[in-house]
Structures are given as structure tokens and as C-alpha cells.
């Protein structure tokens, strides 16, 4: 590999097919970092993170900040030395997860192009190549979630993910059984509160779906409450995920070790990159912790096939795989990832397997 000769922070706007509501939030885009890692002899590596405040504590603005603070350490380091890079941001530059998971994705990615390697065997194995991905459902009617999954498990969907926590807990549950029922036997079910509950509407919650065929919640209570996210988990009705909680490798332990959860939610921007994400997976094998891996929504298929990537080599992925460019109007590369029957497959090609259009890129460039 060669000299990194200049690491570029793009912020784009990417439009959403259509508004999204979450825990109260309505995402009409996604306000994404993108960064360019180029090295002397030409050779380009692509790497993307999701904006999500409430989860890192980062901003679009924020982020970009954060990746130019960084650059000038970078530039002139060996494209390879990332290790080394790492080591120097986390002593340079506290937190800002997100921020530096997008650069890392970059150097991943630039690492496998020069390996003439797929991004998964930077890390291990490949154990999958074909997986189920989570369909989101919120329209904001128990009508409009049936009809909706209807239409998706018709077109090959066996994974779902319910939003819930903006609304009364026992209403929610009613809405979550409705969906349930239409489903079936065969599927995977999550629901997920972002935080939305408190301790008491939570348990409400879980008694009321307990017997249902909801395989975990996640993220009930608020993710500091760890004493809450217990109380949820030991009325033992579900099995609790945390998503929010978690920011690094001794999070999970915490949760696993006061019986906060059964199981996690893994990013790349909560984590601080993939080789974050792929340790959190290998410490959740050894504890017994169940899996899910996300993109936040939403991303282009750069961030996406990040994930991908990783899905492909972590020890277990039982709670299973969300990836968000299949809620975007637009995406940025040439050949997307594609959701198909319900399931993705791992991008072929060295790195992370895609490719850019430059074009695009500047089309959905935020001034910034
Ligand atoms: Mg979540």
C-alpha cells in the first residue's frame, strides 16, 4: 500500500423515498457523512456513517469537524498503518465514534483494494454470503403496518422490525400482536422503542406480548438505565436488546453482566468503525449475546455494504441483518445493493465492492 495523500469530509443530504417516523422524529433525509481516502498512486477508498445526535452525540456538522480535525495526522501516514492511526485518534480526539468509523471504513476499503481482497477476510471467515434484512414497519396505523407487511412478506421478506415507543404502550402491543399474527410462523420479529418508554409503559409492554411471537425488544427504556432495562428484562417476558446503550466493548459487558439484555444491536458509528463492530461480535460469541447488525437509517450502499461485509464474517447474527439504502430515493454508487426476495448478498470485488459515482456524490454534497 501507499502513502494516504489526502483524507476528503463530504456531507450529503440523501433523499428518503419517503418520510420515515421514529420515536418521534420524521427523517425526510439522510444528513450523511462521506469520506474519500486517496493515496499517492491514485488509488481511491470510500467510507460513509449515518448522523444520529441522539445515539452519538454527533451532528453532520459535527462530524465533518470531527474528520477534518483528524486529516492532517492521517495524511503522509502508510495507508496500511491503521493500527497505528487508530491508536493515534483514540488518544487525539475523545469520542466522536461515528465520525471516525466513516474514515476507517475508508481504510478498510482501500486495504482490501490493495490486498485485491474482500473487506471480510481483513477480519476472518466468510460464514454467510446470503441474508435475511429486517423491513422496518411504522406507517402509523395498525392498518397501514398490516397491509404493509402483507406486501413485503408476499415479496420474500422474513425479517421485521416494529417501531414502537412514541404511542400507549397496550395500544402498541395490539398493533405488534396484529402484525405478529399476520406474519406467521418462519419469521424473525423485532420491536424496537427507541428509548421511547419508561420503565412501567415498557413492562406494560412486554406482559402485554408475552406468548406472542416477538423474538426481542429492543432498547425499551432510556439508554443510560441500566437498572430499568433490568427490571424489563427480568419480568421475562421477551428478550430485551440494547441498541442506544452501547458505545463500546465494555457497554456490552455492563449490560450482559447486570443482565440488561440477552443481546445487541451492532454499528459502525456507535462502535468507532468495522473492526469495532467485528471485536463487539466476537465478544458477544463468548458471552452468548444474540446479534443483530445495523445501518442506520438510512444509508447508501457504501455504508451499506460496510455492513455487509461484516455480516459475512461475524461468529453470529441470530437477531439478524438492517440495512437502510432500500429506504432511500437515490443512491450513490453504480451498482447498488440490492434487496431481493427479502435477503442481500455480500458485494463481490476487493474492498468493499463498490463503486462510487463521483457524480452523484456531488449532486447530494452539502455545503459544509
Ligand atoms: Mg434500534
Redesign the pocket.
Known amino acids: 500500500m501507499a502513502t494516504i495523500r489526502k483524507v476528503e469530509a463530504i456531507a450529503v443530504a440523501l433523499p428518503m423515498a419517503k418520510p420515515m417516523k421514529m420515536a418521534g422524529v420524521e427523517i425526510r433525509s439522510a444528513d450523511n457523512l462521506l469520506v474519500r481516502v486517496e493515496t499517492v498512486d491514485g488509488a481511491v477508498g470510500w467510507g460513509e456513517a449515518a448522523s444520529a445526535p441522539h445515539m452519538t452525540g454527533e451532528t453532520v456538522e459535527s462530524m465533518v469537524a470531527a474528520a477534518r480535525y483528524l486529516a492532517p495526522a492521517i495524511e503522509g501516514r502508510e495507508a496500511a498503518d491503521i493500527d497505528a492511526i487508530e491508536a493515534h485518534w483514540d488518544f487525539a480526539l475523545y469520542g466522536n465514534h461515528a465520525a471516525k468509523s466513516a474514515i476507517e471504513m475508508a481504510l478498510r476499503d482501500l486495504a482490501g483494494k490493495a490486498a485485491g481482497v474482500p473487506a471480510w477476510r481483513l477480519f476472518g471467515e466468510q460464514r454467510r454470503n446470503r441474508m435475511a434484512v429486517l423491513w422496518l414497519i411504522g406507517t402509523g396505523s395498525q392498518a397501514g403496518d398490516v397491509a404493509e407487511v402483507e406486501a413485503r412478506k408476499a415479496a420474500g421478506f422474513v425479517a421485521w ?1 416494529i417501531k414502537v415507543g412514541t404511542g400507549d404502550p397496550l395500544e402498541e402491543a395490539r398493533r405488534s400482536r396484529a402484525i405478529c399474527d399476520a406474519l406467521g410462523e418462519g419469521h424473525l420479529i423485532s420491536a ?1 422503542a ?1 428509548q421511547g418508554y419508561s420503565v412501567e409503559q415498557a413492562l406494560d409492554y412486554v406482559r402485554a406480548m408475552s406468548g406472542s411471537r416477538l423474538d426481542f425488544f ?2 425499551p427504556v432510556r439508554s443510560r438505565d441500566l437498572a430499568g432495562m433490568a427490571r424489563v428484562a427480568a419480568a421475562g417476558a421477551l428478550l430485551i ?1 440494547a ?2 446503550g452501547l458505545h463500546d466493548l465494555d457497554d456490552i459487558e455492563r449490560h450482559h453482566r447486570l443482565k440488561a439484555a440477552s443481546g445487541v ?1 451492532l454499528k459502525t458509528i456507535k462502535l468507532g468503525g468495522m473492526r469495532a463492530v467485528w471485536e463487539a461480535g466476537r465478544l458477544c460469541d463468548r458471552l452468548g449475546m444474540r446479534v443483530n447488525l ?1 445501518n442506520k437509517v438510512a444509508e447508501s450502499s457504501i455504508g451499506i455494504s460496510g455492513v455487509l461485509h461484516l455480516a459475512a464474517a461475524l461468529p453470529n447474527l441470530d437477531w439478524g441483518l438492517s440495512i437502510t439504502n432500500q429506504y432511500l430515493a437515490d443512491d450513490i454508487v453504480a451498482r447498488p445493493v440490492r434487496v431481493v426476495d427479502g435477503h442481500a448478498e455480500v458485494p463481490q470485488g476487493a474492498g468493499l465492492g463498490v463503486e462510487v459515482d463521483e457524480a452523484k456524490v456531488e449532486r447530494y454534497r452539502r455545503a459544509l
Do not use: H, T
Open positions: 422490525k424496537d427507541n429492543e432498547q436488546g441498541d442506544e444491536s445495523a
